[in-house]
């Protein structure tokens, strides 16, 4: 594999490759030009990966005039970082009593929590426990169904069976109970795993917007940027496909529906794009540990 | 062990298994910190701090995992809401009988089996050739920008990717243009409002987000194959291209085989995100999945019964389908998921 020596097949790798490269980033550089172009050039059409009249007029109406995306884009950041937190909190501290061999209901909490992987109630029967709980219109309805996934579990107690039990116990002949222990020892060296999952957690909140439909549609302060990228899409479906101007809301000014459509996808994809250095370097043998237990 | 597992019926022996499988029971590997002799009360009250740190979650659990389940008797009542729990109208099978009177039912069967069968076809085709392609390309710096740009788009909701999709594919958009531009058609074609392409926009839309992302794992096995394989067929003058037939492909067929197993499990479970973000009501037959069906019927006519009877005959569908799956797998004598 070391010697160099490149052939025909490298070169129509080579293109291949650069082929799924275009395929993938064409679609965001053309949103993300179309969000910056001025709103009744872009209907001319024939934007590629260049605005052809610069403006930042499709984000000023988002972040300036229009209350309700603003208060959208600030519920998408609350719910990604309060259900962050409390995942993280909930998921390291079962992880942590599943992976203590000695823990007397061991078998049985673990046995409850595989289960979940492969019944669940269903659409009709959540939905009836969310209106019983009254959890309908309520924040907590994008907190506490999401706290604890199986598999989130599952992944974090694999990695804390690596802890050497030497360690917890000499901290226990130092006096130290079960609590003190998780939090002082097992936690911080639990960090990279929680970091993975802290970034999965986060990523789900951030994409969520079924949720809202289905729990907090009537709600406009619970409403979220990805619920109200699907309402204008939703909209524009109608149509069959083409997008004309009929989202009257979100209309103002020098704008239109579909320049204020592009610039949410942009507000709403730019996140990830930050985690994502930070995301690639764990997920990779995240998944890869995860495949290799299940 | 314990009493309540065997007391319970083949699922629950299909959970113990997999809990075996991944490793939750594997006390043996590691001393107990106490010996056995103490008494169970003596160790409830050493371990209090672990049981108060598992007792909120296990309380969720129940909450919100257990009680939908319990939720399934539902489908065997007229439930009405303002009734209460206990208060409610026996009908035995009477949803279950009227779903399978049901024409549109059949219609939603058979997208979602339709979409969720391309989807396993063309998405683990695309992954392995990716993760095959990858794996062969020599420049180190463009292979690794190439890897990270492909698992970009799984990371991004469906909401983004619908509204992805129907700009690309719009009258006057990039995929009409290129298409007209290298005259393979004379005028725009409307893709999303023409049933007869709604699954293959669906499957084309799916390969696009899930591609890069479900390679990693085939990209993975790849790296753990042998070099002095490689190093052996070339010397007996094998070209790259039978390397890889020969070599590449064969040694990671357990992944394949095992990954196969775990789509066609879900093969029922397609979900309804990409069916409802990009479906309208020129292609709503075609788009019609049974998580949708659930939904409108369900909640959207408040036939909460009826709904719960869907959802009773996905699940039961979905363990047959891992059932399947999983014994063909050991008939053929490959890697078994159970």
Redesign the interface.
């Known amino acids: ?1 070391a010697k ?1 020596k ?2 025909m ?2 070169i129509l ?2 293109i ?2 650069f082929f ?2 275009v ?6 550089l ?2 993300l030009a ?1 969000s910056l172009n001025n709103a009744i050039d872009t209907a001319r ?1 024939g934007i ?1 990966i260049w605005p052809r009249e610069f403006t930042f007029a499709n984000y000023t109406e988002i972040f300036g005039s229009n209350d309700r995306l603003l208060q959208a884009l600030f519920m998408s950041i609350l719910r990604t970082v309060v259900g962050t937190i409390t995942g993280i909190i ?1 998921s390291t ?2 992880a ?3 992976s ?30 969310i ?1 019983e ?1 009254g959890l309908i219109n309520d924040f907590m309805v994008y907190i ?2 999401l ?2 996934t199986a598999f989130n579990v ?1 992944i974090i ?2 990695f804390m ?1 690596n802890i050497p ?1 030497a360690l917890t ?1 000499s901290a ?1 002949i130092d006096g130290a ?3 003190t222990i ?1 939090w002082r020892i097992v936690i911080p060296l639990s960090l990279p795993v929680i970091a993975t999952i802290a970034l999965f957690l986060a ?1 789900g909140q ?5 949720d809202t439909y ?1 729990y907090a549609r009537s709600s406009d302060n619970l409403t979220t940027l ?1 619920f109200e ?2 309402k204008i ?1 939703d909209n ?3 149509s ?4 004309t101007s009929q989202n009257a809301e979100v209309l103002a000014g020098q704008t239109n529906p579909q320049s204020i ?2 610039a949410i ?1 942009i507000i ?2 730019v996140p ?2 930050m985690v ?1 250095p930070f ?2 370097r764990y997920f ?1 043998t995240g ?2 540990l995860g ?1 290799v ?2 | 062990m314990s009493k309540h597992m065997k007391a319970s019926g083949e699922q629950s022996n299909l959970a113990v298994d997999t809990a075996t499988k991944i490793g939750l029971d594997k006390k043996a590997k590691k001393p107990q910190l106490q010996p056995k002799k103490n008494g169970f009360w003596k160790r409830v009250n050493n371990q209090k701090a672990l049981i108060l740190m598992a007792l909120p979650f296990i309380l969720w659990l129940f909450i919100f995992k257990y009680i939908p389940i319990a939720g399934w008797t539902m489908a065997f009542q007229d439930y009405k809401p303002q009734n209460g729990l206990f208060n409610q109208e026996w009908v035995g099978l009477d949803h279950f009988k009227d779903l399978f009177n049901e024409p549109m039912f059949y219609q939603a069967l058979e997208n979602t089996l339709g979409m969720g069968i391309l989807g396993i076809i063309f998405g683990t085709l695309a992954a392995i050739i990716f993760a095959l392609l990858l794996n062969e390309m020599r420049f180190q710096t463009f292979k690794k920008f190439t890897q990270t740009v492909s698992y970009l788009p799984h990371f991004v909701s469906w909401v983004i990717v619908a509204n992805i999709v129907t700009t690309m594919l719009s009258q006057d958009g990039p995929i009409n243009a290129v298409l007209m531009g290298l005259n393979i058609i004379d005028g725009p074609i409307s893709f999303m409002s023409n049933p007869d392409l709604f699954w293959g926009i669906i499957t084309v839309s799916d390969v696009w987000k899930e591609m890069g992302w479900n390679a990693i794992i085939y990209f993975a096995a790849m790296a753990g194959v042998d070099p002095q394989l490689y190093e052996a067929a070339k010397v007996d003058g094998a070209s790259r291209f039978r390397q890889m037939w020969h070599i590449t492909l064969p040694s990671i067929r357990p992944v394949i085989i095992v990954l196969l197993i775990l789509s066609i499990g879900n093969l029922i479970n397609i979900g309804f995100e990409k069916q409802m973000l990009l479906g309208n009501n020129v292609v709503a037959d075609k788009a019609l999945v049974i998580d949708l069906y659930a939904l409108d019927y369900g909640i959207g006519m408040f036939r909460y019964s009826f709904g719960t009877a869907i959802g009773i005959f996905k699940s039961v569908i979905s363990i047959i389908l891992i059932l399947i799956a999983n014994g063909f797998a050991k008939r053929i004598g490959e890697g078994r998921v159970f």
């Open positions: 594999m160099k490149f052939t097949f490298d790798l080579l291949l490759m799924v490269l395929l993938t980033l064409y679609p965001f053309n949103i179309i059409g590629n909930a501290m079962l942590y009593t599943l203590r061999r000695d823990f007397i209901f061991n078998k049985q909490v673990g046995f409850l929590l595989v289960i979940t992987m492969f019944i669940s109630g269903g659409l009709i029967p959540d939905y009836m426990l209106r709980l506490l169904p706290l604890i599952i107690r694999s069976d039990m116990e226990k109970n079960d609590f998780f990523v951030w994409n969520m917007w079924f289905l990805q990228l699907m899409l524009a479906n109608i069959g496909g083409d997008v459509k592009m996808t709403a994809t990830i794009l994502y995301l690639q990779v998944l890869t495949a237990k299940s």
